[in-house]
């Protein structure tokens, strides 16, 4: 079956570094992949989406980057601040409602 | 706007009893997924409802059992609670119906802890 896989299950940085998180999916019909953030006690929030025929995506302080040929997508976070400690998490959707959710990705940040 | 919220936050029964969790999306907002997470599944999706009909179901037993009201607002049940079903309940909501890159929206979730 479909599955979204994250490489690392936990990535730790120093304040101010930039931020990759690493993704990859295996299902080559998704229409769109988004990333997720998820602080201790919260629900998932939306940080950003990609659709599928797009390569790249930057929003603030993010970019989210696609390569259908090797179905890998990442999560760059620039100058990493300790309020973006937290779980990643990538998901892959096709139809409404559906979501397929990668295990998460545990970003600490050091001071 | 007011964001997705469920109720209770917090819920402790034992085996073999039922339990009903509620979710209520963002005013406007048609469709309201449920999710289940727990440390070594992650995000399962467990059923979505839109406009009170089930419209995509997970792979979970027929114990877990949802519903939508005309007012959007949707119930989650789970019979016969089991040590496993233990974790955060979540519920998202979206706008758009069918297709299309409508953003899903979280709560804050239930954590259920059966003894």
């Known amino acids: 079956g479909e599955s979204v896989g994250l490489h690392l299950p936990t990535l730790s940085v120093q304040e101010g570094d930039n931020s990759i998180i690493n993704c990859a999916y295996s299902n080559s019909a998704s229409d769109y992949f988004i990333w997720y953030k998820q602080e201790s006690g919260k629900g998932p929030q939306f940080i950003i989406d990609?659709?599928?025929?797009?390569d790249k995506r930057q929003g603030q302080r993010v970019t989210v980057l696609l390569n259908k040929t090797v179905k890998h997508l990442s999560l760059q976070i620039a100058a990493t601040q300790p309020g973006d400690s937290a779980v990643y998490f990538c998901a892959e959707k096709r139809n409404a409602g559906k979501s397929t959710f990668g295990d998460g990705t545990t970003l600490t940040v050091k001071p | 706007k007011a964001g997705v919220t469920q109720t209770p936050r917090y819920l402790i029964k034992t085996r073999g009893q039922q339990v009903t969790l509620s979710c209520s999306p963002i005013?406007?907002?048609?469709?309201v997924s449920w999710y289940q997470q727990t440390p070594g599944q992650g995000l399962q999706f467990l059923f979505e409802?839109?406009?009170?009909?089930?419209?995509n179901k997970g792979n979970f037993p027929g114990r877990f059992s949802g519903r939508q009201f005309s007012n959007s607002r949707s119930e989650m049940n789970v019979s016969t609670l089991e040590l496993g079903d233990s974790a955060l309940y979540l519920c998202?909501?979206?706008?758009?119906?069918?297709?299309?890159?409508?953003?899903?929206?979280f709560g804050p979730g239930t954590r259920l802890t059966v003894l």
């Open positions: 998202a909501s979206s706008s758009q119906g069918a297709f299309g890159t409508d953003t899903q929206y």
């Open positions: 005013s406007g907002h048609r469709s």
């Open positions: 409802y839109f406009s009170e009909t089930q419209r």
């Open positions: 990609i659709r599928s025929n797009m």
